[in-house]
């Protein structure tokens, strides 16, 4: 794992830790405290078997008043109890207070990113697939959390096991304690090698993971067109493909991961060794007791447990440090300008609902200039038309104006204050959008319409509803306002959907209305109860309709035709058929039959 990875991975732990840094602490200090006293255990040990070696060569050699020490190995054996209580307890306490500081910050994780997500631009969500935001949001933060909860204290205590036990081993003795930490660096530089090659493919492994996971969702969601176009065995095939990548990535991530187990065991077996004989030299011919060489034999085969425990937990960090790293990206991308210094709130009354476009430039991608010049007055109560061929910028239109998008240069005004002089949130609560995909939650109608307005009461909700032609539909389904909309909303039809947004526009009561076709995918008895919604909502508003069916805006008040970013034409119906220009070939190409 390269540095900018441990940095990032430094980033999200503090992250996570600030607010609650005395449940990571404790638990960290009492491992680390534990670890200690199971340091000292061996060195204890061996002092009771050193008395006990000294009271067998006492009886051996029938040296007066000879005979076992009992006392003293009791008191050796309640040392040694009252220790291990002490450690498990300990434990216990550390890994309870983990577990809570564990679920207590990744909590708040999950609700900085969910907070990331209203703040990010639409842009972002343009560019990257619903899938790979979920995985982050779900997967990654999961995978994170388990490898903190399984692999924190069990590092912790696997390393301060090494220091302790390195410690003793020169309090037994500086010569033969240097020789046998030798295989501690020989063990890092090995496992920092096997890392190095083996995280590419874990990184690879959640690459391909959020990939998978987008393209359950995208088919899952598209699942009756895949059906349609009989493209199950398309679809299989590119699922096994993605997953042939995972496949491998993990295959080979863990695999190389997996071969510093048995090289960490080979090195300590082969110390291990070389340790007993050179330790029962010393017991012969240098006079160390017998005790301390039964705890320097066994403090070499006790760092075999922590450095088993660290090459073990190695492929869950190493997974975990892919998924930290895309969190970070994913909280380090820009953000929409807060705008602190601005209103909050604006007074929705005092405006009227004049825009005015000035000198528009925008780009979606600099080296490619969509709007070039662009200037537009929508008076008070106008109907604005805007209509064009796929790509002439309408939807772009729109973006700007409810900001979506900046604009690179030029200015909107909304009755002569521009709108990058409010906060977003204040500029946006004077719109109302209808959108040609209607969208609708897993809630009751009720709270559906709702959302335009949160404080409505069940009378004003009621009204909106009527007002948008659709409180009969809602009174025959069952349960009526009650009614709860299922995740796919599959459970109203195309028609019915629009009309439940045309009423929670109705119900956000806004000044400036915004309709995206709304009637292009509805029958036409739906069509006319649709557009007397619209015009109903239109009465008293500002709007601006961006059309595909051109019957339907005969009566607006202002039509523009765009083309590549620029209005070619302006005008009323009637004075654009006149011109015989882009609009006249439009209509006439949809009604050259009739």
């Known amino acids: 794992m390269n540095k900018t990875k441990f940095q990032k991975a430094g980033r999200l732990i503090r992250l996570c830790m600030q607010s609650h840094k005395l449940q990571f602490i404790l638990p960290i200090v009492f491992t680390a405290a534990g670890s200690v006293l199971g340091a000292l255990n061996p060195i204890i040990i061996g002092l009771a078997i050193t008395e006990l070696s000294n009271n067998v060569k006492a009886i051996a050699a029938d040296t007066p008043g000879a005979q076992i020490n009992y006392q003293y190995v009791l008191r050796i054996a309640i040392i040694l109890l009252i220790s291990a209580a002490v450690r498990q307890g300990i434990t ?15 909590k708040d994780l999950r609700t900085r990113i969910s907070q990331k997500m209203n703040r990010l631009p639409v842009s972002y969500f343009d560019k990257n697939r619903q899938g790979t935001v979920l995985n982050t949001v779900t997967n990654d933060v999961d995978a994170v959390a388990n490898a903190v909860q399984q692999s924190l204290l069990p590092m912790v205590y696997a390393i301060t096991s090494i220091i302790g036990t390195f410690i003793m081993v020169l309090f037994i003795s500086v010569p033969l304690g240097l020789l046998s930490m030798i295989m501690i660096p020989l063990a890092f530089l090995l496992s920092r090698y096997v890392m190095k090659r083996s995280q590419k493919h874990f990184s690879s492994m959640q690459n391909s993971l959020a990939e998978l996971n987008g393209y359950i969702q995208e088919r899952y969601t598209g699942f009756s067109v895949v059906k349609l176009y009989n493209a199950e065995e398309d679809t299989v095939e590119q699922f096994k493909d993605i997953n042939q990548r995972l496949n491998q990535a993990g295959f080979k991530g863990s695999f190389i991961s997996s071969l510093l187990s048995p090289l960490i065991e080979f090195l300590i077996n082969f110390t291990y060794v070389v340790m007993v004989l050179l330790t029962g030299y010393a017991v012969l011919f240098s006079g160390m007791t017998l005790g301390n060489m039964q705890a320097f034999v066994q403090y070499i085969w006790l760092i ?45 009354d005092r405006h009227q609902g004049q825009v005015e476009f000035v000198n528009i430039q925008f780009a979606y991608q600099k080296s490619k200039p969509l709007i ?3 200037s537009l007055m929508a008076k008070p109560g106008q109907k604005i038309a805007i209509v064009g061929a796929t790509g002439a910028g309408k939807t772009t239109i729109i973006n700007l104006l409810m900001r979506f998008y900046e604009v690179n240069a030029g200015d909107i005004r909304i009755d002569g204050e521009s709108i990058y002089d409010m906060r977003r949130s204040a500029s946006r609560s004077l719109f109302g959008m209808v959108l040609q995909d209607a969208w609708l939650y897993h809630a009751t109608i009720a709270e559906n319409i709702r959302f335009g307005n949160l404080n409505a009461t069940d009378e004003e909700v009621i009204q909106a509803a009527k007002d948008a032609n659709v409180h009969h539909f809602i009174k025959t389904m069952p349960g009526g306002y009650d009614m709860m909309i299922n995740e796919e909303a599959s459970n109203v039809s195309l028609g019915q959907k629009q009309l439940l947004t045309i009423a929670r526009a109705l119900l956000a009561n806004p000044r400036i209305l915004i309709l995206d076709e709304a009637t292009s995918s509805v029958d036409t008895r739906l069509e006319m109860l ?59 190409s949809q009604f050259s039959k009739q």
Do not use: C, W
Not at 320 to 343: T, Y
């Open 304 to 348: 075999y447990e922590p450095m088993g425990q660290i090459t073990q937990l190695s492929p869950a960090v190493q997974s975990a440090a892919a998924s930290m790293e895309r969190i970070i990206n994913f909280l380090e991308e820009p953000e929409e300008d807060q705008e602190e210094a601005k209103a909050e709130r604006i007074d929705v």
């Open 92 to 106: 216990y306490l550390g890994s309870f207070l983990l577990a809570g500081g564990v679920q207590d910050s990744f």
């Open 530 to 588: 649709i557009q007397v919604a619209m015009k109903r909502a239109m009465e008293g508003r500002t709007s601006f309709v961006i059309a595909h069916r051109l019957s339907t805006i005969k009566d607006a008040d202002l039509i523009l035709v765009m083309n590549q970013g620029d209005i070619v034409e302006q005008g009323t119906h009637h004075e654009l058929l006149a011109l015989n220009g882009t609009y006249e070939k439009l209509y006439n």
């Open 372 to 374: 070039k010049d662009f």
